[in-house]
Structures are given as C-alpha cells and as structure tokens.
C-alpha cells in the first residue's frame, strides 16, 4: 500500500505534465511501516536520458545519492520512484521490467496530450518475473486535482 | 593484493542479504568483491547480474565516493578500508510504441500511407480484402496488353483499385471512332498516342500507380521479355495472331492468362492457366481462316460491350491477386447483351494440346501472323496484288469511261453512310443469290469498307468463273481519303 498526500500527487501531476511529451521522472521519499509506505516528501527530476526521452527515463547514480542524502538528512528513505508514460497506459513495459528493482516502488502515471489520465503503482516480484500492483492510498478526499490517481484498475 | 573491503548495500537488496545493510568481504578487485558477496547471499544474484553474467546496466558501484567506471570498472583494484556503495540508477519507460506491420512493410508486402488507406478504406473494409489484400494489391504486377476497347476499363478499374504496377502494351494513336467505347482515353487525346493518353488519365485517377508504357506490338520476338517481369497478364487484344502469342507466351511462362474478346453484342471471358487447367489452345486448336471472323472494325461493336468484358477481367485479375472466390479457370463465360444472358461452358484441359498437353509440340514462340494464315508469302503478295486497284486507278478508269461495273458488297446501313458514285450495291451474304446480275464478260471492280470482305467476294466471283475481277485496294475508306473528301468516312 502506498499512501500519497494530496500535495505529492499535485507535484507529481505538474512536473509529468510540463514533461510531456517527453517523459518525466523523480523519487518518493517516505517510510515504510507494516508495509505501509508513506510518503513524505516527492522530488522531480530532470530526465537525463540521452536520447529518446519521449519513451526513456533515466535517473542517474550521482541523482539517486542526491535525493538519498536528502532523504537520511530527514529520517526518510527513498521508498520509490515516479515516472510518466506520455500518451501510453499506466502499466509497467518490458523495459520497466527489465531496469527494475526490488522493493521499491514504481509509480507510472499515464499522461495522455499533456493531461493526467491515470495512476498505477507496481512492484517488482522477488523472481524479476513481473510487477505487481500496489494499492496507491490518497491521503484526503479526491479534490479535482486527485481524481486522476486512482487505485481501482 | 587481497584487501578487506565492507559492501554498502541499498534498501531494496537488503532483504536478500539477511537484512545486513553491509557485508565484509576479502577481494583484490571490485568485481572480485560482488562475485563474493553473490557467493554468499545468492538471492542477490539475479538482481545484480543478468542471465548472461553481466552486471547489470542499472547497477552502479562506487569505490569510497567514486564511480568505478571511471576508474577500471570491475578490474578496479582495491585496498584496505575501502568501501565499496551499490548505487541504483532508474530507468524505465514507455513500452516502444512499434508502429504496426502495415505501416512499415517489415513482413514483406508494401506499407500503405494514410492516403491509401483513405483512398482504399471500402476495400480496407471488406474483410476479404482488408489491409493485407490491400497490400498484395499494390505488391502486384499485371500486364495489359492492349489500350483499347477492353484495355480502357481494365487499365481503369485496376489502377483504381490499387494495383501497384500496369503494364501497358499498345503502338496505336487514339482515333475518333475509339471514344465510343474505349474511354481511357478522350477527345482532347485524339491524335496522340494511346499510351500517353492512358498514362495522362491514369495518373489523374491513381498517382500511386507505376504505369509502365510498352509503345510496340507485342511480337514473337518481344513478348517473352515484356510479360516475364509481370504476375498476370490481361489480354486486351482484338485479333488472333496476338491471342495464340499471349497464350503461348503466359504457357511457356507459367503466368495466367486473363482473356476477353467481344464481337458486336457478344463476349467471352476466361481465365486461362495452364498449370492448373486449360489455355486457349485447348479451347480453340486451331485460328479461324483469315477473314471470317470480322474485327470489330469491319463487324461493329456496341461500345458498353467491351466495358461489360473488361470488367469481368478485371474482377477475375483482381480475384487472382488476392486470392479469393471461384476464378473463370475451366470455365467460358458468354455474354450475349441482346437477350441480356450470361452462358457458362466448362472448358477441359486438352491432353492433345500442342503447348500445355501431355506431349508438347510447341516449345517456343512461332509466327504467329504466318499461323493464322495472315502474313502472305511473296508470291501469295504478288498473287493479291494482280487482283488489286488503287483508288486513284479506279477514278481513272471512271474518268475514260472504261465499260465495267462496280459492286459494293458492304451491307445496306453501310451504304447509307456512305457510297462510290457509280456503285451497285450487292452485300457480301446475298452474292450468291445475285450472281445473275453479274456479266462474266464485264469487268468487275469489288469494293467495300477497307478491302477485306470484297476481297472474300473477289475469290467467290473467282470460283464462280469471274475472271475479268479487281479488287478496290482499301475499300471507300481509302477512296474518300485518296480521291473523294467528300464520300462520308466511318
């Protein structure tokens, strides 16, 4: 289960939507209780991606230690990342699943023509087979900017 | 030298390695280090080296605070003391949006554009068509020979629909007496060649058609090298010498044969292929004498009529492109437009056949003019020509005023278009019944439309006893354009 507050889910919806048409990346950092994961606190990145940001992202090494430090300095972890998947669903691809790692979570956020269509959140499976969905929690009620991020398929 | 080296692991690979966020290991190099570190907890294994033993790409190892692969990579030597830090990088996206087959011909057939498919959307959705049937279309290759009555809707209707590549065989010039049927072509191309007018209106009609021009009469000598490159050939011819050469060029070829005719209100339509049915030989072993079969210059044709034949082939052409429904192959269509009937004949392959039989005789292309007894010898040459009198001859002897007669044999709606002054008109069919009228002491001077029925009456008068005999070379059509502008030509 993952838990997004409404400011997080608004940060992640402005940096994908000014992304697009290329695809836009960042991190989430929160904590983890009970496998409950809470975010606190989400930073977008710029995609470093050589070529092909329209279908590529790309968080670097010297980027992932970056939003690390800055998550220990809080008491947080990076829990996970979110990238969108422009004019594209929101299900993990064969490259997703081919760059992912364990435990972490993978938001994918649909953009469709510069708007936000819909979200998934998925984890990958201990065998690398596969993603698994993640239940995605709003903290508050749906506001207009929410609607978006659903957890139902 | 072999150093102690502690192995910083992130959050997500902990849980593999007993939850240590660290492990110490003894290693000379960094990937010396990993390898013992997979050694120990196997269930990382996967995560950080792919099936082929590779660390992964997303993998990052950093020596104390730098990236390894800006120093020597996995050979990178290690000291006491050292740190080694697993440092994720993310990476993901879209799944690759592979644009569809059709779109990029990578299985094979040619790729439509938007165009096309707008162009071509009611065959698109004919499920017997479809995309694919759409693209064998333009994949194919199909030549036409002949730009005339047939030729103009086949050429038409094939172009329309998408077939990538016409061959067009036709040396002749568009003629006002054309456009009452062949309706590629128009007033405005009257004068030019055929290929050229056909060119013009098929590229208005479909740009994306290649169009190619053969400006020739197909020959023994040319036909084996015109057809060979082509899937189908249409015959749009209108006389035998053509029809026995693009039969035997299609058999020698292995190529089907789509075949037409018409004369006046009735066509034939078939599909001949020899290797899985019949050829027109079977059909038709042997050419009807020269003569008796009238062209439709001589004989007439409704000009719808050609259109009815030629679209029948050009279904059946089309039919054969994509592989669909029951073809005419062992069948003879017959339409007659008077009693507005189609007849169907089974057709039976020939084991006596000379070209696709069990014991060929023909091997190669023949002469095909010399086989349907049209070209004469030099001395047959010779032999017409002591029959024959040119136009300006037959005013000459008009103007002495020679005592001889002059019989029309054409029929009577023909005289009413137009006449030789002087002339008695006696049509071909009731010669017989008329000789009475006739003086064999009196010479005769034979006429009709262009020379060929009065030269059939010529023989008959000949047989009869006639020796005092000429024949108008040319027919009225060569004396309206030698001697009298006025005599109406048809």
């Known amino acids: ?153 | 030298m072999i150093a102690n080296v502690r192995i910083h692991l992130p959050t997500p690979l902990r849980a593999y390695a007993e939850s240590q966020s660290s492990v110490e290991v003894r290693a000379a190099t960094v990937g010396e280090a990993l390898r013992l570190l997979v050694d120990r907890h196997d269930a990382l294994r996967r995560h950080l080296y792919d099936e082929g033993g590779r660390l992964r790409r997303f993998v990052n190892v950093y020596r104390n605070d730098e990236d390894v692969r800006h120093l020597q990579r996995e050979e990178t030597p290690l000291r006491d003391r050292d740190t080694l830090t697993i440092v994720p990088s993310i990476a993901g996206g879209a799944p690759e949006r592979k644009p569809p087959s059709w779109a990029t011909g990578e299985d094979g057939l040619p790729p439509l554009t938007q165009d096309e498919l707008l162009r071509y959307s009611r065959h698109l959705i004919l499920p017997e068509v479809g995309l694919e049937g759409q693209r064998k279309l333009k994949a194919a290759s199909v030549l036409v020979i002949g730009a005339g009555g047939l030729g103009s809707p086949l050429a038409l209707y094939l172009a329309a629909a998408g077939v990538g590549r016409l061959g067009l065989v036709d040396f002749d010039i568009v003629d006002a007496s054309n456009l009452q049927r062949q309706i590629l072509h128009g007033t405005s191309t009257v004068g030019k060649p055929k290929l050229e007018s056909a060119r013009a209106r098929l590229r208005d009609l479909n740009p994306g058609v290649q169009v190619d021009g053969y400006e020739t009469t197909l020959t023994g000598d040319n036909a084996l090298e015109l057809i060979r490159p082509y899937d189908v050939v249409v015959d749009g011819t209108d006389n035998f010498p053509t029809r026995y050469l693009v039969n035997d060029a299609c058999v020698l070829l292995g190529k089907p044969n789509v075949y037409g005719s018409i004369f006046r209100f009735e066509g034939q339509a078939s599909v001949f292929d020899a290797r899985i049915g019949p050829c027109y030989r079977c059909l038709y072993p042997d050419p009807p004498p020269p003569g008796l079969v009238p062209s439709c210059a001589e004989g007439g044709v409704l000009g719808v009529l050609p259109g009815v034949i030629g679209v029948i082939q050009a279904i059946e052409t089309l039919k054969r492109i994509l592989g669909i429904g029951d073809s005419l192959v062992g069948r003879l269509l017959i339409f007659d437009a008077l009693d507005m009937k189609f007849r169907e004949l089974q057709l039976k392959k020939d084991p006596e056949c000379p070209i696709c039989g069990d014991h060929p005789s023909i091997h190669e292309l023949i002469d095909y003019q010399q086989f349907c007894g049209i070209t004469p010898t030099g001395e047959a040459e010779a032999e017409l020509a002591r029959w024959e009198i040119g136009p300006r001859e037959l005013r000459d002897m008009q103007e002495r005023g020679e005592e001889f007669v002059l019989v029309d044999v054409r029929e009577p709606h023909e005289w009413e278009i137009a006449r030789i002054p002087g002339a008695k008109l006696i049509p071909l069919g009731s010669l017989p019944a008329r000789l009475p009228e006739l003086d064999t002491r009196t010479p005769i001077v034979l006429q009709c439309h262009h020379g060929h029925r009065s030269m059939r009456a010529l023989e008959f008068l000949h047989q009869a006893g006639y020796r005092k005999l000429k024949n108008l070379r040319g027919g009225i059509e060569a004396w309206s354009q030698l001697v009298d502008p006025s005599v109406p030509r048809y």
């Open chain 1, 1 to 153: 289960m993952l838990r997004l507050r409404a400011r997080h889910t608004e940060t992640v919806h402005t940096h994908l939507c000014r992304a697009y048409p290329e695809e836009g990346c960042g991190v989430l950092l929160g904590r983890e209780r009970d496998g409950r994961r809470e975010v606190e606190r989400v930073i977008g990145f710029d995609n470093v991606q050589g070529d092909e940001r329209q279908r590529r992202y790309l968080i670097a090494p010297e980027q992932f230690l970056a939003a690390e430090k800055q998550a220990r300095g809080s008491g947080l972890d990076v829990i996970g990342f979110f990238h969108s998947h422009p004019d594209h669903p929101s299900r993990p691809s064969a490259y997703d699943l081919e760059h992912a790692w364990p435990w972490y979570s993978y938001l994918i956020v649909s953009v469709e023509r510069g708007e936000v269509r819909d979200a998934h959140s998925w984890r990958l499976t201990d065998d690398r087979s596969r993603f698994e969905p993640e239940e995605i929690v709003l903290d508050s009620p749906a506001e207009p900017a929410d609607r978006a991020l659903r957890s139902e398929e």
